[in-house]
């Protein structure tokens, strides 16, 4: 398998993506240059037709980066009501109520049956926790992942949570993956591949003695809550889908202390590692731009 020319990596005296034998710049480029900052499917024809169908226009970017900001918004003000005692079905009605405030509608609620509005996942969940009458209790980690819906747009997002003193071990886990998520953004950028992002991801969870979780994956996002392309956090560079401009994915590492199966509890969401032992994520929204990437589930209050 080939794969397409991304519209980065052809120079401008390489042959013409048309196949006209003529030089690029003798060619298409000056037609090209017109459209590319905004990433026009029809306008890069030599794209294969799945990498097309994932390219958003600015119109639909903007309607994601308001349901993203949204998202953030919410994660922000979770901040200062996440401690000792609070439950997470009170978290889910604070999300609930933020959402619905924002204009909003949260996009887990009867999502393939999921039974509420929010996730939250404590110590050895590693994702998909369902809120409940739980105490949160000093020493835990938590991760909230919020989806938002505004005009029919998605934003997805999650952070983890530190309740009271936490023990060093989970604060470096926390640390490592939240620096995991960092290393899989910047691996983003037109020209690149789907592969280098989780094989930066990979990289820096194994450097730390950690596992990265198999059995769930980033996601385009867009209109839907899950779009292709899959968005996995090992890999190889190099590999899998090219990164052109007007891709929007999340990116959501799920790092393990310990190994990196899971199983899932008889309430058929909860995913728990299979030996116990502590998992945290971050999950970010972000577009491919025509010189990198936007992340845009970026906090307004930490500007990360
Ligand atoms: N927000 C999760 C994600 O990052 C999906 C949750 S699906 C639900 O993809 F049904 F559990 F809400
Ligand atoms: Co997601
Ligand atoms: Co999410």
New binding site residues.
């Given amino acids: 398998m080939t794969h397409p020319t991304p519209p980065s990596a052809l120079g401008r005296n390489d042959p013409c993506h048309c196949g006209s034998g003529k030089k690029y710049k003798k060619c298409h480029w000056e037609a090209d240059q017109q459209h590319q900052p905004e990433g026009s499917p029809s306008m890069m024809p030599w794209l294969a037709p799945k990498t097309q169908a994932m390219i958003k226009t600015p119109r639909q970017i903007e309607g994601i980066r308001r349901a993203s900001l949204l998202t953030a918004q919410i994660l922000d003000q979770l901040e200062d009501k996440i401690t000792q005692g609070v439950t997470t079905n009170q978290i889910d009605q604070w999300v609930t109520q933020a959402t619905k405030e924002g204009g909003g509608i949260p ?2 609620l009867n ?2 049956g ?1 039974p509420k509005s929010v ?1 939250t996942s404590i110590n050895e969940v590693i ?2 926790g369902i809120p409940s009458d739980r105490q949160l209790v000093e020493g835990d980690i938590v991760n909230v ?3 938002s819906v505004v005009d029919g747009f998605f934003g ?1 997002a ?1 952070r983890m949570y530190l309740v009271g003193a936490v023990s060093p071990e989970a604060r470096k886990l926390v640390e490592v993956t939240r620096e995991c998520l960092d290393f899989g953004i910047m691996a983003v950028r037109p020209g690149g591949f789907i592969g280098d992002i989780g094989h930066a991801i990979q990289t820096h969870a194994e450097k730390n003695g950690y596992s990265v979780v198999r059995d ?1 994956v ?2 385009g996002i867009g209109e839907n ?2 779009e292709e392309p899959q968005v996995p956090h090992y890999g190889q560079k190099g590999t899998g889908q090219p990164l052109v401009p007007g891709m929007v994915f ?1 990116i ?1 590492p799920m790092i393990n202390q310990g190994k990196w199966q899971m199983r899932v509890l008889k309430d058929n ?1 909860t995913a728990v590692t299979i030996d116990g032992s502590l998992s945290a994520q971050f ?1 970010h929204t972000v577009a491919v731009t025509g010189t990198g990437v936007e992340v845009l589930t970026l906090s307004p209050r930490h500007g990360r």
């Fill in positions: 996009a887990p999502y393939k999921y996730c994702c998909h992942d919020v989806t997805d999650s769930f980033g996601h809550f899950h999340t959501e969401w999950e």
